[in-house]
């Protein structure tokens, strides 16, 4: 069955440190991908999103997600965490065309 | 990239009442998606709708509790009926806008008393 998974449910990083969101999928084919942020009482906002090419991919806000095929990831990564990226982050995957299924989130809190 | 409007933006309704819920595009789309989001959890397809077709359901949704109009490629409806306080949620509507990816509408967030 085609599957995303988020293993982090919560994870805390200090204001200026490295963060890094994993994501993971079971799909039969390369998927289209994507990384969603929610921010509380909000709407959903693309990040970023890799149809095919490089697989490297940047994103708005600062961040960027590199897909490796070999480990069926898509991880999302920011160099720098600001205190307003605190957030649920959501990783998507689709098949082309068809609805999108998402992870069960990755809630993020940002410490001073 | 398409634009949704959806509507009503919010409601609390009375348990047993329905409720209707409207997505309109800004263009032609051949799919549109419903969503439930429950509180603090993440997005759960309902069904996906294509027009002049019944709409496809996932497993757990049915239409009797969940009937979907999609009477032309720019609108649909999702009304959820009967409603009891487990149905409190925010319910989006997507669109795959092919060159974008996928397009949310704002979401209706739904309390049932």
């Known amino acids: 069955a085609q599957s995303v998974t988020q293993p982090d449910i919560h994870i805390t990083v200090s204001e200026g440190a490295s963060l890094e969101l994993r994501c993971n999928y079971s799909y039969g084919a390369t998927p289209y991908l994507f990384w969603y942020v929610q921010s509380p009482g909000q709407g959903l906002q693309l990040l970023l999103k890799y149809f095919s090419g490089d697989t490297l991919v940047q994103g708005i806000k600062g961040f960027e997600a590199e897909f490796k095929r070999s480990q069926s990831s898509f991880n999302l990564r920011k160099p720098s965490v600001h205190w307003s990226d605190a957030a649920e982050y959501f990783c998507?995957?689709?098949?082309?065309?068809?609805?999108?299924?998402f992870g069960k989130g990755t809630s993020l809190l940002v410490t001073p | 990239s398409a634009v949704i409007s959806q509507k009503p933006s919010r409601d609390i309704c009375q348990r047993g009442t329905s409720l209707t819920i409207q997505c309109q595009v800004d263009?032609?789309?051949?799919?549109m998606f419903w969503y439930r989001q429950q509180p603090g959890q993440s997005l759960t397809l309902i069904a996906t709708?294509?027009?002049?077709?019944?709409?496809?359901?996932e497993s757990g949704f049915v239409i009797d509790k969940f009937p979907i109009s999609r009477p032309n490629l720019t609108f649909s409806t999702l009304t959820v009926s009967n409603m009891s306080p487990e149905d409190s949620s925010i319910y989006l509507c997507?669109?795959?806008?092919?060159?974008?990816?996928?397009?949310f509408g704002s979401g209706t967030r739904l309390t049932v008393v």
């Open positions: 997507s669109v795959n806008d092919r060159d974008y990816g996928y397009t």
């Open positions: 709708a294509n027009q002049g077709s019944e709409a496809t359901y």
């Open positions: 263009s032609q789309v051949t799919m």
């Open positions: 998507a995957v689709s098949n082309s065309g068809y609805a999108l299924n």
